[in-house]
């Protein structure tokens, strides 16, 4: 293998796209000799530091590559001519450090600011925005993307590298495609499709994951590295480069935009304000005053297809609340 060809196989490795069996080529070369493991570790810093200025949204090639050379001196450096390609078992090859920085810096920079630029740059994209209400779509690729009524999804119109960009609130059910994964991308974080089904909410300041089946790899933009999977019923929310841990995602209510169904079966007040609130839109809070018995408050009903009014008067009629709007929240108190 050519220096570029191991190059690219840390590359895809470090995109989570490298094959077992290139796990396995990339583990022997690391294995073969310290100087290869230290080259590896600097192609990880170079990806992650390119993965910070990507997330701001603005690409300029030359000075990228005028600070990824600058930060390893790679402008000073002379060639050496001492610098040769030695064989080592199983046919892997040494090459010189910074000769391989200066071509890796370059590929990981280009390779990374890649589908960004293709996004906002000369390949046509198809951009779905759900102005008016829910809508549903079919990708290229067979896989179905439920968008919550605001959001939008951008993508390649060819969707070669099954990667979309998402604004908003969207349930993806990606087909699956062991060779290239499917992601989705926001302002702040990547998404990757390890076999499953799952609610992604771009919120302003963070976003959250709901897996329903399988597993997601949930990613910082900024740092690839900070990173978690997540399996069915896990929740996680991602503000800055911190990861919280949600409860379990059992509320049957997470998709009730997407089903037009609310059910609720023994559940405390403040879970049936909250879910009730999330569905319509509308800001509904518990008195302050009910505040610590609301937990002793239950709920058994279901809701399909009802406006907001019928949903209250029925929760006023099965808790003995009452209801009053203060500007644009309901509030629910006890006479």
């Not at 050519?2 to 190059?7: N, V």
């Not at 630029?117 to 951009?127: A, F």
């Not at 297809?305 to 309901?330: A, I, N, W, Y």
Request: charged share 20%; aromatic share 8%; proline share 5%.
């Amino acid at each position: 293998m050519s220096e570029a060809d191991y190059i690219q196989l840390v590359l895809k490795h470090l995109d989570s796209q490298a094959s077992p069996a290139e796990q396995a080529a990339l583990q022997s070369w690391l294995e073969a000799d310290p100087q290869n493991r230290l080259e590896y570790q600097a192609l990880e810093k170079i990806w992650n530091d390119s993965g910070r200025a990507l997330a701001t949204h603005s690409f300029d090639v030359g000075a990228a590559l005028d600070k990824v050379r600058g930060r390893l001196d790679l402008t000073a450096a002379t060639p050496d001519p001492t610098a040769v390609t030695q064989v080592v078992p199983a046919t892997i090859r040494v090459f010189p450090w910074k000769r391989t920085l200066a071509a890796a810096s370059v590929l990981v920079v280009l390779g990374a600011a890649g589908w960004w630029i293709r996004i906002h740059s000369g390949t046509p994209q198809t951009s779905i925005h759900a102005e008016t209400a829910n809508q549903s779509v079919t990708l290229p690729d067979g896989s179905l993307v439920h968008l919550r009524k605001g959001a939008t999804l951008s993508y390649p119109a060819s969707l070669a590298d099954r990667t979309v960009e998402l604004s908003g609130e969207a349930f993806f059910e990606p087909t699956a495609n062991a060779i290239t994964p499917f992601r989705i991308r926001t302002a702040r974080a990547v998404f990757q499709d390890i076999g499953t089904s799952f609610l992604v909410n771009d919120l302003p300041a963070s976003d959250v994951l709901t897996v329903i089946t399988g597993k997601v790899k949930f990613s910082e933009m900024a740092n690839p590295s900070n990173s978690l999977i997540l399996t069915k019923g896990q929740k996680a929310l991602l503000s800055g480069s911190s990861f919280t841990a949600i409860a379990p995602a059992g509320d049957p209510n997470v998709l009730a935009w997407k089903t037009d169904i609310l059910d609720f079966k023994d559940q405390p007040l403040s879970d049936v304000a909250a879910d009730i609130a999330d569905y319509y839109q509308t800001a509904i809070t518990i008195d302050p005053a009910l505040a610590e018995k609301a937990g002793t408050i239950r709920v058994t009903a279901r809701f399909e297809h009802q406006p907001l009014k019928e949903v209250l008067e029925e929760v006023r009629l099965m808790t003995g609340l009452s209801t009053r709007k203060e500007k644009d929240t309901f509030v629910l108190y006890k006479k």
